[in-house]
């Protein structure tokens, strides 16, 4: 397992291991949780200056399937970690774009040439996709379903421009766009312009690649709408991954907030 941020690496291990099988995790320093050094059989630590060895490493311990969980931070794409590393300059430089499934893509075909198959990061994760339906005691009403219906239209449009996968809306009309600030800062950006009351609208890609970057939300997702003042969150069923999902409801209905899979 390539794995990256916040708590999907450790649910990941966590059902991969309930399955019987054994975890290498190649696991990104200043980006990774600790916690994932009790979820998987080895661990290697690296710095992002050192991706040359991701692929020894597999090569060493006989890997021929990996699978990426958890983002890394986007704003190091502009760190002088980044910077200081001819090679990976030197393979980010040689992309056509710095779009996240531009990179995704060219790491998967480096994996490929090494003879090593990327899966589906939602393998062995089905329970933590919902389907469709109202997951709060409370449905959206009437105005935050018009912003839901007229958000997923935006959100796919920037979506299929890779920009990002989530958008805010009030009264239909559009607060604010997602791109590599993340989630949690776009919530707190339209908490500011909108002053509460607004419904946030997540979506997988048109062409998602189901093997990396798989829309999430969760508690903390919940947590952050909250103290903005959101009041309704959307996902799209069967395609974003909740993470602590009975946790998050449960804050919903206490706030008031709807959360809705569409």
């Known amino acids: 397992m390539i794995a990256g941020n916040r708590k999907f690496p450790l649910l990941f291990a966590a059902a991969a291991r309930k399955r019987g099988n054994s975890i290498v995790a190649v696991a990104i320093k200043k980006d990774t949780s ?6 998987v059989d080895k661990i290697y630590w690296l710095g992002l200056d050192e ?5 020894e490493i597999f090569k060493a311990e006989g890997i021929s399937r990996v699978v990426m969980a958890g983002q890394i931070s986007p704003a190091r794409l502009f760190s002088r970690e980044v910077q200081n590393c001819r090679e990976l300059k030197d393979f980010l ?9 531009s990179i995704f893509r060219a790491v998967a075909q480096r994996l490929r040439e090494a003879g090593i198959e ?6 062995f994760m089905e329970e933590f996709f919902p389907q469709k339906g109202t997951l709060t005691k409370r449905a959206p009403n009437f105005s935050e379903l018009e912003d839901v219906y007229f958000g997923l239209n935006l959100a796919k ?8 996968q989530t958008v805010a809306v009030k009264n239909k009309a559009v607060v604010a766009v997602e791109a590599l600030e993340g989630t949690d800062n776009l919530i707190r950006r339209a908490g500011k312009i909108t002053r509460g009351g607004f419904t946030l609208v997540k979506v997988s890609k048109p062409k998602q690649d189901m093997r990396f970057d798989v829309p999430v939300v969760g508690l903390n997702t919940v947590k952050v709408l909250r103290r903005a003042g959101g009041s309704c969150l959307a996902i799209e069923a069967g395609k974003t991954l909740f993470i602590d999902q009975p946790a998050a409801v449960r804050l919903a209905d206490r706030k008031n907030i709807a959360i809705a899979a569409v």
Not at 157 to 164: K, V
Request: glycine share 12%; charged share 25%; net charge positive.
């Open 93 to 101: 430089g040689g992309l056509s774009d710095k779009r996240a499934d």
């Open 34 to 39: 600790r916690k994932l050094n009790n979820f």
């Open 51 to 55: 991706f040359s060895r991701m692929l």
């Open 118 to 123: 990327l899966l589906d990061s939602t393998v």
């Open 157 to 164: 449009a920037i979506g299929s421009l890779d920009i990002g």
